[in-house]
């Protein structure tokens, strides 16, 4: 699957090139997907979280440097 998200450049995550970590730093710290969260992500979810929680997540994943 991995080979397949490569193949699309939008696909940042999958690329060589791309410092993962780095790219979450940027969502959190812009709130690139905070519109999307809460405009659709958040009604999907069984137990509807705030943004605010949500991206504590990602922090942790940061913070615990699961991609370095």
Same mark, same amino acid.
């Given at each position: 699957m991995? $080979?397949?998200?490569?193949n699309? $450049?939008k696909?940042?995550?999958?690329q060589?090139?791309?410092?993962?970590t780095?790219l979450?730093?940027e969502i959190?710290k812009y709130?690139?997907y905070?519109?999307d969260y809460e405009?659709?992500?958040?009604?999907?979810?069984? $137990?509807p979280?705030?943004y605010?929680?949500?991206?504590?997540?990602?922090?942790?994943?940061?913070?615990?440097?699961v991609?370095?």
């Amino acid at each position: 699957m991995h $080979r397949v998200r490569k193949n699309n $450049r939008k696909c940042l995550s999958a690329q060589d090139d791309v410092n993962v970590t780095d790219l979450l730093h940027e969502i959190v710290k812009y709130g690139v997907y905070r519109e999307d969260y809460e405009q659709i992500t958040r009604q999907l979810l069984f $137990r509807p979280i705030s943004y605010e929680q949500a991206i504590q997540g990602v922090e942790k994943l940061i913070e615990e440097q699961v991609f370095s």
